[in-house]
């Protein structure tokens, strides 16, 4: 069975400072690879995924994630958080072998000003 | 840009009432989803649809959730009788054409609380 774990529960970055949001999966077959950002009372909106090719993937609002194959990790990062960025982060994995999308626990994100 | 449709954004219900969401997907979209959020946890998917067809309801608790897409556009969720530990936010999905490397665009999603 395919799985996600998101190890940290909250991260607490400075206005400025980096933000990475770890995430590693357990698949078997291909692995498929997303990331959302969920605000307060609110669905989740699709910043990023990875199917093949380069590595370093770009998605919106300034995030960019990092495929490495051999940690089974998929971790988010923005150069310099905002304020705004405060939310709730899901990593999720489908593969060659499982369609469905599994999700991690989520991490809460806070960036103080 | 298309969005996914849901209403109502909250409901509150009395235990063994009976209560019902739509999902209107992104138009053009093949396939359509309903997920469960419980507070603290990822979504977990109740219902898949390929067009009006399901192709996944395995976690779906037939003896109380039913889920239609009868034209293979919109779609219901009903419960009944509710229970305390429905109470979530339920999730609508909606991506082109359901492959594994699909990207699924969710709603706002409808925060149900059962007293």
């Known amino acids: 069975a395919q799985s996600v774990a998101q190890p940290e529960d909250q991260v607490n970055v400075a206005e400025g400072n980096p933000l990475t949001v770890k995430c590693t999966y357990s698949?078997?077959?291909?692995?498929?690879l997303f990331w959302y950002v969920q605000y307060p009372n609110r669905g989740l909106q699709f910043l990023l995924k990875?199917?093949?090719?380069?590595?370093l993937v770009k998605g919106s609002y300034g995030f960019e994630a990092e495929f490495n194959k051999s940690q089974t990790s998929f971790h988010l990062k923005k150069p310099s958080a905002l304020v705004s960025d405060s939310a709730l982060y899901f990593c999720a994995v489908r593969s060659s072998n499982d369609y469905k999308l599994s999700f991690g626990a989520g991490t809460t994100v806070t960036v103080r000003a | 840009e298309a969005e996914v449709a849901q209403s109502p954004r909250y409901k509150i219900t009395e235990k063994s009432q009976a209560v019902a969401f739509w999902c209107d997907p992104i138009s053009g979209h093949a396939t359509l989803y309903w997920y469960r959020q419980i507070l603290g946890q990822g979504p977990e998917l109740l219902v898949q649809f390929q067009d009006e067809s399901v192709v996944d309801d395995s976690q779906l608790p037939k003896d109380r959730f039913s889920a239609e897409r009868l034209k293979g556009v919109d779609s219901t969720l009903k419960i009944q009788p509710a229970e305390l530990g429905d109470s979530a936010m339920y999730l609508c999905?909606?991506?082109?054409?359901?492959?594994?490397?699909?990207?699924?665009?969710f709603g706002p999603g409808t925060r149900l609380t059962v007293l």
């Open positions: 990875y199917i093949t090719g380069d590595n």
């Open positions: 698949v078997s077959g291909n692995p498929y």
């Open positions: 999905a909606s991506s082109f054409s359901g492959g594994e490397t699909d990207t699924q665009y």
